[in-house]
């Protein structure tokens, strides 16, 4: 090795180690080396440096044990395909298997959704896996999204990890997408083209060409292309455009050869991404079964520009259409925080708006830490919705309890045409959903869901009205013996009474009493239901007034069903008074 070659190395090493996430170069486990050597990834002996001063630096074996190790990025110590982090592996986010063979739409993923006029097939599921296909007509998509919301983790970073299978040698005018991304959506449907196939992303991308591409896009704006990984790479990172850079992994991320070298190249294989708002690592398994980082940006101006996104996955036909449909095999998906953020993964957690249009379709939230979880639903036309919780499979579901957000009593099912805000408060639930029960003709609804840690999102934590509702009052002024109407019945709703106080007066030898009631009609006249007992009955005649004074606090005293009155009755002895107020919740 010359000495040019010498400084040509330890230049590269300074570069990768001031590019890459430090946490991520703390381990003598390297896939990188230097060049002319082979890496786990190339063929050959590879060569080491024994120092990094130039002047004296010689180039050893890597085997040799006064070689240094590289500064790159590490792929052990637990396997030549996982990243080590300086404070131990990413805590998870999201992980599915697909163990279960069904997908689950209720709090993983929004229903897969095919457009664009052709034959695409939505997702397939089998056990450990689930496929979605682009069909051969030309313009058909197919998009599987997951409903979390994944918030930046500056200055940590969010770790997307995927093992999948993709039709290589590719299948001409199919396209591919996958990643840390979101699709454009348009009232709650995606619509993704060709032209714009994702708002946000940091990605993996299999062009309609047969090439494999790093990308990133941002909202509206055109595709960046960090690396095309369909080309063998040097052992020396190279800059591309201002902040983007190849990895220098000595290697053809695209996979070309089986694995082990045997079997197929439409194996599954590893996909790599760690993301934040200001750089963005990619990284692929090779045959050999060694991660090899492939592509990087080390600016926030070439990448997303809302950095809180979704898992998502997208497979389109071209104008053209392929011969054969073109399949995504999806066999695990990981998202996990390098940081090891302390306590639950959210303070505010919101997932995307979908659209409700088929029975058992759901917006829902792994509500395991939080304790509230608001569910929206807009455009509800011919909808009949109902919440429910389940254990952690999400196989037993039962009806739960949630309470409008400007106040009322508590529902578990919404009825058809009814929109709105409603809350559950799920503290100890461990998924929480809003799902569709029954349909009309020609239904529509748009529902969003979200999960908040500490004190509920908005709304009521109890069922009592008198808790959380708006608090009204009614005079008590009543000087004869007679039926008085206090609160008048107001079509279908409840009166929640939450406290009164009443003066009664005594001067004569019988006592005068009053006593609550609730009836329909005017002045309670018909049904008359008794409410409380005689107040004053035991008071003392010819002296002072009796003052009573019942709750006033945040409970219900007492109550009249929904469309019922509430009166008081008196009775007096010769003369008398009762003064006071009544506070109540009517919903």
Known sequence: MTMRDILRCIASALLLSLAIDPALAQNTDTYFQTPGGSGVAGSGIGMCLTTTNPLTAKAVPCSDPRALPSPSVAVGPESLASLPFVNGQPSTLFVDDFGAGTLNTSTRWMRSITGGGGNATGATNAVGQTTIGTGTSPNGWAVLTGMQTFPDRNPAYNYFQENINLPIPSVKHAYMLFGLLAVPYTAGVPTPTLATPAQNAAAFEFGTDGKLRAVTFASGGPEVIVADLSVAQGTTPVQTAPGVWTGGCGCTPQISAPKGGSGLVTDSFKYVADMRGDNIVFYTEQPSGALALVAYTTRGAVGLDVNQVPVGHLVMADATGPSSTATMQINQTTVGDTGKNIGPSFDRLAYPQQALTAVNDAVGVNSMGASSCAFTAVSNTNVTLVF????????????VTAYPSAGGPGIQTVPSGTNGQWVVPCGGFNQVRMRVSAIGATPTVLGTAEASLGQNIIGPSTSDPCSYGAKLSAPINITSATTTSLIALSGTTSVYVCGFSVSISQVVTTPNTIQFEFGTGAACVTTQTV??????????????????SYGGGNNTMFKAPAGNAICAVTAIGASGSFQGVLTYVQQ
């Open 388 to 399: 429910e919780q389940t254990d952690p499979n999400g196989t037993n579901w039962t009806p």
């Open 531 to 548: 409410l409380t007992g005689l107040f004053g009955g035991g008071g003392v005649t010819a002296a002072a007034p009796i003052t009573i």
